[in-house]
């Protein structure tokens, strides 16, 4: 059963944006914290921006002042505004929710930042 559903990825030059989006199965969004991570190739997955149900923000430093994390609680999804985009932001972004403890994945989509 698919639970998390990424949409948005894609090819961008640098200095480009994207915008990220993930539904998710509404009784799994209202009570979970939810966040983005990326992997590049031959490196670890790394947590980039994160949103609590209450609506805190936290970013990477990384990405901070060009991403924008937002949550819609009416259509139980999360989105990652990606501005200023960097060649080095080139990853495979996954969505993930963090629900009593348990942390649930989608597929991930690719992001591709030309230089």
């Known amino acids: 059963q698919v639970q998390l559903v990424e949409s948005g990825g894609g090819l961008v030059e640098a200095g480009g944006s994207l915008r990220l989006s993930c539904a998710a199965s509404?009784?799994?969004?209202?009570?979970?914290?939810m966040g983005w991570y990326r992997q590049a190739p031959g490196k670890q997955r790394e947590l980039v921006a994160s949103?609590?149900?209450?609506?805190?923000?936290n970013y990477v430093e990384s990405v901070r002042g060009r991403f924008t994390i937002s949550r819609d609680n009416a259509k139980s999804t999360v989105d990652l505004q990606m501005n200023s985009l960097k060649p080095e932001d080139t990853a495979v972004y996954y969505c993930?929710?963090?629900?009593?403890?348990?942390?649930?994945w989608g597929q991930g989509t690719q992001v591709t930042v030309s230089s």
């Open positions: 993930n929710a963090v629900l009593r403890g348990l942390s649930l």
């Open positions: 949103i609590t149900r209450g609506g805190i923000r």
């Open positions: 509404r009784s799994i969004f209202t009570l979970s914290d």
